[in-house]
């Protein structure tokens, strides 16, 4: 099997709560104690073991608590128990959407394993995602409302920030040309991925994380702000011995576009249409979404665009 924890292998949080004198008390939940809480995060963060070895360890530490008296054991009678527990930690205020997905073409005889595993996309929703971005007061005097162009002494165009680009007036032009759009706020939409940031997944597929941004904030906010890209979605990375077959190769590009609809889809009624939303500077003005840039490596881009590898694009106006 393989972990649904939607942060990957990277870290289990310590969850501390303020207490009324100053002082920080830490609340484990849902672990038993504190010492649940580090053999969870010694062996799926750090040793990043097998089910197997996992259940061996409960075993034993059932055993010596037997041997000194303890009726209770370890808090887990196996790997999927303590699997599920990790599952159930909350990290800030957005929950995680799942989603399976799974090969649904036609089938050899004898159809490979790929063909028949299911595939977890874990997801934040993205609108929310945004809307807290947005909202953010530290982004006040670092967030660009409308489309600009900057000119330096010598009437030279300048290029600076994604809203003073000729992109960021463009679609501004074209979305106001719609009755319901006028006068509200261009929000474009940047996203990334880097597959070089992968958590490894026990079973038949690996993660690899897509940042969200929103193209109104400025440079410096995006160079010095951590709420400024926020992680999104854990993209699922199907792992097969197939990996040259031509079919395995279209179903990963497949299931990778399915996925990106499915994260963005939140945002699809409002790129036609004004939602209210609040600003950094805290009142509340109607914004249109606009998918904006990807930011990805080349083999990514040739996911994205369709496009035969080590090919050249060919833009059509």
């Given at each position: ?113 790929w063909m028949e595993e299911a595939y977890e996309l874990n997801t934040y929703n993205i609108l929310e995602v945004i809307q807290e971005q947005l909202a953010t007061s530290d982004f ?45 706020m261009f929000v474009p939409i940047v996203a990334g991925s880097d597959k070089t940031t992968v958590s490894v997944a026990s079973g038949h597929q690996e993660y690899h994380p897509i940042y969200v941004s929103v193209g109104n904030l400025t440079n410096m906010a995006q160079c ?94």
């Amino acid at each position: 099997m393989f972990l649904q924890a939607p942060w990957g292998l990277t870290s289990l949080p310590s969850p501390v709560l303020p207490s009324q004198n100053n002082q920080h008390i830490q609340d484990w939940t849902p672990f038993e104690d504190h010492l649940a809480f580090d053999w969870a995060y010694y062996h799926y963060v750090n040793l990043q073991s097998s089910a197997a070895e996992i259940a061996e360890g409960l075993n034993l530490w059932s055993a010596t608590s037997f041997k000194h008296g303890s009726t209770i054991g370890a808090p887990w009678r196996s790997a999927k128990e303590m699997y599920a527990t990790i599952d159930t930690i909350e990290i800030g205020s957005l929950p995680f959407q799942t989603f399976t997905l799974q090969y649904t073409g036609p089938k050899p005889l004898v159809p490979p394993c790929w063909m028949e595993e299911a595939y977890e996309l874990n997801t934040y929703n993205i609108l929310e995602v945004i809307q807290e971005q947005l909202a953010t007061s530290d982004f006040k005097s670092q967030f660009d409302y409308v489309p600009y162009k900057e000119f330096n002494g010598r009437g030279e165009r300048m290029w600076s920030n994604l809203m003073s680009g000729q992109w960021a007036s463009m679609q501004a032009d074209e979305l106001s040309k719609e009755e319901c759009n006028d006068g509200a706020m261009f929000v474009p939409i940047v996203a990334g991925s880097d597959k070089t940031t992968v958590s490894v997944a026990s079973g038949h597929q690996e993660y690899h994380p897509i940042y969200v941004s929103v193209g109104n904030l400025t440079n410096m906010a995006q160079c010095t702000h951590g709420n400024s890209i926020l992680p999104v979605t854990f993209l699922p990375i199907p792992k097969s011995e197939s990996l040259s077959h031509v079919e395995f190769q279209c179903f990963c590009r497949h299931l990778y576009h399915r996925c990106l609809e499915l994260i963005f889809d939140p945002l699809r009624k409002y790129m036609m249409m004004p939602m209210v939303i609040k600003c950094p500077d805290g009142h509340f003005r109607c914004a249109v979404f606009s998918l904006g840039p990807y930011i990805a490596d080349y083999l990514e881009q040739v996911y994205l665009a369709g496009i035969v590898s080590n090919w050249c694009a060919k833009r059509v106006l």
